[in-house]
Structures are given as structure tokens and as C-alpha cells.
């Protein structure tokens, strides 16, 4: 079946100007994750959306950052005013609880956005 | 808070050798552990995953044991291939939190 995909897989974008990033979860999959991967650097957590339930924004790096997931499923990561330091890859992963309870996390292909 | 830790990179090893890659945790609680790995150009893929001590998590030939007592889940396998060349995360999930390290790029020259 089609995996966890993303839009677009690259963008660049001036500093200062707004820009969204899109991920399409697989089908079914409650949680949808975002993070950053820098180069040379781990992943980034920035954003967990699971059901329901209140997002959890906890790794958002700044007011900047903003994410959206309607009706459960498609989610948009918006970066407002963008600088040089959010040149990065954005990467998108869904999962759904096993029932052992650890969560398997699919990832999409990232994003790539660079900011001149 | 909870973090992984992860032998830095980049290791380059010849066809056949065996390898290691150090992976160390701290966690609050008892989490599930992961490798995923990053072929050039794609996606993350989960490798394997443990989730309770002393469980082995295996897939494609490379095996790593979830040990409590030094909170280590470090990556082997006995005769890489040069289709290994990829980069290796190894991760920790506590709640609905993962924490990933910061990679492991492995280069397999024949």
C-alpha cells in the first residue's frame, strides 16, 4: 500500500516569506509526527498529533512554527517568516500503537527547505 | 530528560568485517528501543526493535540486544555488504515520545 508521503520534496523559499509542508499519513494511522533532521544533526522533534487529543507542541523550536491535522489525517507544518537557520529537512512519520505498545513509525520521504 | 547516544560516524569498513555501532540510552522509564536506517536518497525504514530487556531485535542479518543493566542497544552484524552503505539512527520511544540519535553513516567498500 502507498506509504507515508510528502510535499513538496523541495522548496526554496526567500527569508522572510511564509511556506507549508504537506504530509499525507497512511490510512488509518492515528499518530503523525514532524520533525527536523539538520545536517550533521539528529532529529529534531517538533510536533505529535495522536487521534483526537490535543497536539503535543512541545518541540516546536518558536510561535513561527504552526502545524495543522485535519479530520485525522493530512497535516500541514507551517513556518511563518522564515530564516536561514530553518534551512533543513522536514520529515513527516505516522504510526499506529501496536499491541504490544511500541509504536512503529513510518517516515515519508522529507522535505527539503532551503531559505536564501 | 530521556536521550539516545550513538558512536559518531562515519565508519568505513571493508566487505565482510563485522560491525558495531555503540548505541546508549537514558530514559526515565523503560522504553522501547529502535534502529531505523537511511539509504542515500530515502526515506528512514525501521531496521528492528526491542521492546523489553534482554529481548533481540533482528532483520537482514544485523541483530541488537535491549540491555538494562549498561542501557545499550548496540547495532551488529557479522559480514556487511556494501548495499549496508546507509546511515543508522538508533531511537527511543517512552510514552509517545521518540528520541533519536544523531546517526551513524557507514560506508561498505568492496
Known amino acids: 500500500g502507498a506509504g507515508v508521503s510528502q510535499s513538496p520534496s523541495n522548496k526554496v523559499t526567500e527569508k522572510g516569506k511564509d511556506v507549508e509542508l504537506r504530509c499525507d499519513p497512511i490510512?488509518?494511522?492515528?499518530?503523525l509526527y514532524w520533525y527536523r533532521q539538520s545536517l550533521g544533526q539528529g532529529l529534531e522533534f517538533l510536533i505529535y498529533f495522536q487521534g483526537n487529543s490535543a497536539p503535543d507542541k512541545s518541540g516546536l523550536p518558536s510561535d513561527r512554527f504552526s502545524a495543522e491535522r485535519t479530520g485525522g489525517s493530512v497535516s500541514t507544518l507551517t513556518i511563518q517568516r522564515t530564516q536561514q537557520e530553518d534551512s533543513a529537512v522536514y520529515l513527516c512519520?505516522?504510526?499506529?500503537?501496536?499491541?504490544?505498545?511500541?509504536?512503529?513509525?513510518?517516515f515519508g520521504p522529507g522535505t527539503r527547505l532551503t531559505v536564501t | 530528560g530521556d536521550s539516545v547516544t550513538q558512536m559518531e560516524g562515519p565508519v568505513t569498513l571493508s566487505e565482510e568485517a563485522f560491525l558495531t555501532i555503540n548505541c546508549t540510552y537514558t530514559a526515565t522509564g523503560y522504553p522501547s528501543l529502535f534502529w531505523y536506517v537511511q539509504y542515500p536518497g530515502e526515506g528512514l525504514q525501521l531496521l528492528l526493535k526491542a521492546t523489553k530487556a534482554d529481548d533481540k531485535g533482528s532483520n537482514k542479518g544485523f541483530e541488537a540486544t535491549y540491555r538494562k543493566e549498561t542501557t545499550s542497544f548496540h547495532l551488529e552484524k557479522g559480514s556487511v555488504q556494501v548495499s549496508d552503505s546507509a546511515v543508522y539512527f538508533c531511537a527511543s520511544l517512552t510514552g509517545n515520545q521518540f528520541y533519536f540519535g544523531t546517526g551513524t553513516s557507514l560506508t561498505v567498500i568492496p
Open positions: 512519520a505516522s504510526s499506529l500503537m501496536l499491541t504490544s505498545g511500541a509504536y512503529e513509525q513510518y
Open positions: 490510512s488509518g494511522h492515528t499518530a
